[in-house]
C-alpha cells in the first residue's frame, strides 16, 4: 500500500513568505506528527494529532507555525512570515493509532525540503 | 525531560567489518520505547527496531543485532559483515507516554561502509 507523501518535494521561497507543506498520511492512521530536520540533526518533534485534534503542539517554535488536519486524515502545516532559520527538511510521519500510545511504529515520508532565501 | 545522546558523529568501516553504533538515552519514565531508524541518502527514515522497557532481552535480526542495557540505559545497535548498502544515518529514538508520545531523537551517526 501506499505510504506518507509529502507535497512538495522542495519548496523555495524568500523571507517573509507565506508557505504551506502538505501530508497525506497511511491510510487508517490515525496519529500524525510533523517534524523538522536541520542539516547534521535528527528530527525534532513539532505537533502531534490524534485524529483532527492537535493533540501537542508544544514544539512550534512560535506562533508563526500552525498546523492542521481538518477531516483528520490530510495535515499542513503553515508557516508565516518565514525566516531563513526556518529552512529545513520537514517530515511527516502517521501511526496507526494512539490507542497504544508511544509504543506504535511512526511511519515517516519523504520530507519537504523548505529553502528560504 | 528526555534526552538521546549518539556521541559517534560519524564511523568509516571497511566491507565485511562488524560495526556497532552506541545508543544512550535518558527519562524519567518507567515505561518506555527505545527505536532505530535508518536514514539513507534518499532521505526517508526507516524503522528498523522497537523495545519496551520491560523488554532488556537482546535482539538479532539477520545480520543486526541490538543489546538494550537498562542498568547503563544504553540501546546500542551492532552490524555485522557491514555492507556498502549499510552506509547511511542511523537514528536512535525515544517515546514515552509522559514525554507525549512523540520521538525524542540523538543526533544521529553517519556510518560509511567502504569497498
Known amino acids: 500500500g501506499a505510504g506518507v507523501s509529502q507535497t512538495p518535494s522542495n519548496k523555495v521561497t524568500e523571507k517573509g513568505k507565506y508557505v504551506e507543506l502538505r501530508c497525506d498520511p497511511i491510510?487508517?492512521?490515525?496519529?500524525l506528527y510533523w517534524y523538522r530536520q536541520s542539516l547534521g540533526q535528527g528530527p525534532e518533534f513539532l505537533i502531534y494529532f490524534q485524529g483532527t485534534g492537535a493533540a501537542d503542539d508544544s514544539g512550534l517554535p512560535n506562533d508563526r507555525f500552525f498546523a492542521v488536519r481538518p477531516e483528520g486524515s490530510v495535515s499542513t502545516l503553515k508557516i508565516q512570515r518565514t525566516e531563513r532559520g526556518d529552512s529545513a527538511v520537514y517530515l511527516c510521519a502517521s501511526s496507526i493509532s494512539s490507542g497504544g500510545g508511544p509504543y506504535n511504529e511512526q511511519f515517516f515520508g519523504p520530507g519537504t525540503r523548505l529553502t528560504v532565501l | 525531560a528526555q534526552k538521546v545522546t549518539q556521541a559517534q558523529t560519524e564511523i568509516s568501516v571497511v566491507e565485511k567489518e562488524d560495526v556497532t553504533l552506541d545508543c544512550v538515552y535518558e527519562t524519567r519514565d518507567t515505561t518506555y520505547y527505545l527505536f532505530w531508524y535508518k536514514q539513507p541518502p534518499s532521505g526517508e527514515l526507516v524503522f528498523l527496531i522497537r523495545r519496551n522497557s520491560f523488554d532488556e532481552q537482546n535482539e538479532i535480526s539477520g545480520r543486526y543485532s541490538w543489546n538494550f542495557q537498562k542498568s547503563t540505559s544504553s540501546f546500542n545497535f551492532t552490524i555485522t559483515a557491514s555492507q556498502v548498502v549499510d552506509s547511511a544515518v542511523y537514528f536512535c529514538?525515544?517515546?514515552?507516554?509522559?514525554?507525549?508520545?512523540?520521538?525524542?531523537f540523538g543526533t544521529g551517526t553517519q556510518l560509511k561502509v567502504e569497498l
Open positions: 529514538a525515544l517515546s514515552s507516554a509522559g514525554g507525549g508520545n512523540k520521538l525524542t
Open positions: 491510510s487508517g492512521h490515525t496519529a
